[in-house]
């Protein structure tokens, strides 16, 4: 077991994201627990009292309108998905709305996709949308647009978009509520079983954790963990606590002895176009595939941009600035990184010295070989 560290203080905060996944707004039958939301509602009320910024990243939609809605006939998961959540993100954004009202705070929904993700220009966008959000007072409550949203164009779950949120937004601070303390040393119904207190950077502990995915949601407390982890190595801390208990988010705000796991960030932060590639591999649009001395000054002492020269093919047809994987010769993922050419050009460029990088180093995200979570290169 990994040693505990009680009370690990976290940075005084001033921008949060909290996640606040189904189990923790649905009751036993699978409908929303009114009287839960009311209650976080509350706790995020307190916490802008204290002047910290909140972007809320909340689930609950589908529950919302599996309440309100029989469908005529039997359908298949995502058009169900798509009808409930339809019907259930008005019913969960007006709950959300008249509750933040009587605490007089404003709030707004951001619904968003892995599009909004995948292109650098809409990324901006969505980003800036969120930043003016918050300079006037305004919590985003973010969530997916299920109703648009096909199986292959799908999230993971709430928790990766949480995870993407506070990178695009340089959060201080992650916090995912579940209905456990956090991550055990063994099940969680096992009296014996302890909740690691604390992960520290470049930890590996998912061998203690069973993959179950939850009652209600996509996700599980293995999805939880490689999110986490993933944003704790950009510079984030990250805690994993439980939503159902009472006064969670102030306690830990105040960085109390709160029972829960806390990921220790790096000590330096990715750059803002790194966090967005290190997050982007699952949008890529294509490969490049380099030769083994290229991989060999790749992983060197100092930052190296990916020539031309040890380039030997390319898979995919993408555009200038798209996300695309870096491959060695026995195709095993090494990177992302953005593009600097299209497919085409840089086709012809295969081979070629004296030309500029297909992908610049500033742009690039190797993948740790021991987490597989993307970090700079060594030297930037």
């Known amino acids: 077991m990994l040693p505990q560290k009680h009370g690990m203080k976290v940075k005084q905060l001033k921008r949060i994201a909290i996640k606040i996944g189904s189990n923790v707004l649905t009751r036993g039958d699978g409908m929303l627990d009114v009287e839960r939301i009311a209650d976080l509602v509350a706790q995020i009320a307190a916490l802008r009292t204290r002047g910290i910024e909140v ?92 109703a648009v949203s096909v199986t292959e164009l799908m999230f993971t779950d709430n928790d990766e978009l949480s995870g993407l949120v506070a990178s695009m937004m340089n959060m201080d601070a992650l916090i995912i509520l579940s ?52 944003v704790a190595d950009e510079g984030i801390c990250v805690i994993i606590a439980n939503g159902t208990k009472k006064n969670i988010l102030p306690d830990l705000a105040a960085g109390g002895e709160v029972v829960c796991t806390r990921f220790r960030p790096a000590e330096k932060p990715a750059s803002g176009i790194k966090k967005w590639i290190a997050h982007s591999e699952g949008f890529a649009r294509g490969a490049v595939y380099i030769d083994r001395g290229a991989e060999e000054v790749l992983y060197g002492t100092k930052a190296t941009s990916i020539l031309f020269v040890g380039v030997t093919r390319l898979s995919g047809n993408f555009r200038k600035d798209d996300i695309v994987r870096i491959m060695n010769e026995e195709g095993r993922q090494l990177g992302v990184g953005r593009a600097g050419y299209d497919s085409e050009k840089a086709l012809a460029l295969i081979g070629k010295r004296n030309a500029r990088p297909m992908i610049h180093c500033d742009y690039l995200c190797l993948l740790d070989s021991d987490t597989g979570n993307g970090k700079a290169p060594e030297g930037k």
């Open 55 to 146: 972007v809320l990243v909340s689930s609950g939609a589908v529950a919302s309108g599996r309440s309100e809605i029989r469908p005529v006939k039997k359908l298949d998961a995502v058009s169900s998905r798509q009808l409930y959540s339809a019907v259930g993100q008005a019913k969960l954004i007006n709950r959300y709305f008249e509750l933040f009202r009587k605490h007089h705070l404003v709030c707004g929904q951001v619904l968003t996709s892995t599009e909004n993700f995948s292109s650098r220009t809409h990324y901006l966008n969505q980003k800036n949308c969120m930043e003016t959000m918050l300079e006037n007072g305004v919590i985003p409550i973010v969530n997916e647009n299920d």
């Open 179 to 230: 209905n456990v303390d956090g991550i055990y040393d063994g099940h969680p119904a096992s009296p014996e079983s302890n909740v690691i207190r604390e992960i520290p950077e470049k930890a590996d502990i998912s061998g203690f954790i069973r993959p179950e995915k939850s009652a209600f949601g996509r996700g599980g407390m293995l999805t939880k963990y490689h999110i986490a982890r993933k």
